[in-house]
């Protein structure tokens, strides 16, 4: 709190000090009453200084002759050289900013026995009620204290560099003449090149991101004599608390700093390269305001194709998946601001890219390999580029069973499955194209993922020939009607065509082919024969066909 104390300073530097309730003083000498005084004093009045400062004269008697406050107007002036009655030029010495004195001028150091016109009668005594605003020295430059720096300082404000900082701007005594915070935005402008007032241009050097200094200038450095016209007045010094938000350079490029590169990296990005990547976007001040995460979802786009801005563009080339990276660009999110993004990259592939298959294990002997129509046992373990695991057979213990061609599973899984020989092991890399494309499967897979499985073929029987789907192992019999025709009526029905076929797979004479629904096979047979539809195959349809050319699946 603020003293409730009157110190009282006569010129022969004797200090008395009485209560705020106490007598007056005698009114032999210069009388100084300090009524109010600021906790702190930023600095005090020396002789040579201009200050700035409201007052009110009036006589003993309380009438009042003179006030600054009257012309709206503070009085400007310097002192200790003679441009004040004498008394004033002294009392004014050693004065704070916001300090409030009463001063007790006698006669001899005034107007003496001459007066002031009509205004100041003879040996008059003077008291003055003044409040000092402001201080300042011809030979002051820019003071600069920096009350907060942040422990990592990579780069700091260089003439020509671009800046955007919020500020609060005060006049010596405290009161506010404006803000960026109340704008809700920062000033944006180039340092060093005459944009900004000379002691903000000054003041401004040298700062960090996130570095906070209160900026003091004279009015020589500021708005000079008359002041911005409006809320600041003519040579007042000023002072701005400015924190730094961000800076670069138009000469920048971008800047990325690896945090984590994988090894082995075996491919890195080109331009033309389809990427997932997430990320968290900051600005340099590490505002954040953007994030994959967030939404629980990867960035995919093409790179080096301007699908994305220039900088990301630039820093997404020659990265590896599982990579790491700081990268900072200059966009305007918000206007001219630095862009600083931690991004990891999850999977890429090329449009062109076709599946990869690495043999990790082969048997010594391995004769028999895969072909389309085959049916084929194998167990898989699939996962994303990241390692992120999607499936695997050995979860549920039995294989996964398919007929290699018969659009079972994904083109690039279809394309690893073959010329494989049972007991071969083999990792496949399936690009989204050739996997479950953008879509990806809800809840598994995201979309435009790059697949990853380790396989191994478990078992195979081999398929039919293309386009088959029953073939006789032996002769044709020359009388089949007859023979499939039970009960001798002159015409099959679906059960006897059924028992025939299943008859001869069982007796070895027939196949089906492997990997499908038999009675789904021999119903599709059966209505190729029944030419009529009507649900039986009679001899004469059965003759019809046989004359026709051969049909994958009829006999």
């Not at 007045?233 to 138009?250: E, I, W």
């Not at 029905?493 to 096979?521: C, H, W």
Request: glycine share 10%; net charge negative.
């Amino acid at each position: 709190m603020l003293k409730c104390v009157h110190s009282m300073l006569s010129l022969s530097f004797l200090v008395t000090f009485a209560a705020c309730d106490a007598p007056p003083v005698p009114l032999d000498d210069l009388v100084i009453e300090k009524t109010f005084v600021p906790e702190k004093c930023v600095r005090a009045v020396k002789v040579g200084d201009f200050v700035r400062y409201h007052y009110i004269g009036m006589f003993p008697d309380g009438k009042k002759f003179d006030s600054s406050y009257d012309r709206g107007s503070t009085y400007n002036v310097f002192v200790g050289k003679k441009q004040l009655i004498e008394g004033m030029d002294r009392a004014l010495v050693g004065m704070c900013i916001n300090e409030r004195r009463l001063i007790k001028i006698p006669p001899e150091l005034a107007y003496g026995k001459q007066g002031y016109g009509e205004i100041i009668p003879p040996d008059s005594i003077l008291h003055f009620d003044v409040l000092l605003l402001d201080v300042w020295n011809p030979e002051d430059g820019v003071q600069i204290n920096t009350y907060y720096r942040p422990s990592v300082c990579s780069r700091k404000v260089e003439v020509s560099d671009f800046v955007r900082y919020h500020y609060n701007g005060t006049l010596l005594d405290g009161t506010l003449f404006d803000s960026s915070h109340t704008r809700m935005r920062t000033y944006d402008t180039y340092v060093g090149i005459g944009w900004l007032i000379a002691g903000m241009d000054q003041g401004l050097l040298g700062m960090c991101v996130g570095e906070r200094r209160i900026i003091t200038m004279p009015p020589s450095l500021g708005y000079g004599e008359n002041g911005d016209g409006s809320d600041i007045p003519g040579q007042a010094s000023l002072v701005f608390d400015v924190v730094l938000l961000d800076l670069h350079n138009p000469k920048d490029g971008i800047t990325v700093t690896n945090q984590a590169i994988p090894e082995p990296c075996s491919r890195k990005t080109v331009a033309g390269d389809f990427v997932r990547y997430h990320y968290n976007g900051s600005l340099l001040d590490g505002t954040f305001f953007d994030s994959s995460y967030s939404r629980n979802r990867t960035y995919d786009t093409y790179v080096g194709r301007g699908y994305v801005i220039a900088g990301m563009d630039e820093a997404l080339i020659g990265v590896c998946v599982g990579e790491r990276r700081k990268e900072g660009t200059g966009t305007k999110i918000p206007g001219s601001a630095v862009l600083v993004f931690d991004i990891h990259i999850i999977d890429f592939h090329n449009p062109s890219d076709k599946t990869k298959v690495n043999v990790t294990f082969k048997p010594q002997v391995c004769e028999k390999l895969t072909k389309k129509g085959d049916f084929v046992k194998y167990h898989y373990n699939a996962s994303l580029m990241d390692g992120t695991s999607i499936d695997s057979t050995y979860n549920y213990g039995k294989t996964y069973n398919i007929v290699l061609g018969a659009n079972q599973v994904v083109p690039g899984m279809e394309d690893g499955l073959l010329d494989m020989c049972v007991g071969e092991k083999r990792h496949i890399v399936i690009p989204p194209h050739l996997g479950y494309g953008e879509r990806g499967v809800t809840g598994e897979v995201p979309g435009s993922a790059v697949l990853v499985f380790d396989i191994e073929l478990i078992d195979m029987e081999e398929g039919l020939p293309e386009g088959y789907m029953f073939i006789w192992n032996d002769e044709v019999s020359p009388d089949l009607f007859r023979e499939m025709d039970k009960n001798t009526d002159g015409q099959v029905e679906a059960s006897e065509f059924t028992d025939y076929i299943m008859q001869q797979v069982n007796d070895g004479k027939g196949r089906l082919a492997p990997g499908f629904d038999p009675y789904r096979i021999i119903d599709n047979m059966f209505s190729n024969q029944d030419r009529n539809g009507d649900g039986k195959i009679t001899e004469e349809e059965f003759k019809l066909k046989t004359d026709e050319a051969a049909d994958h699946d009829e006999l």
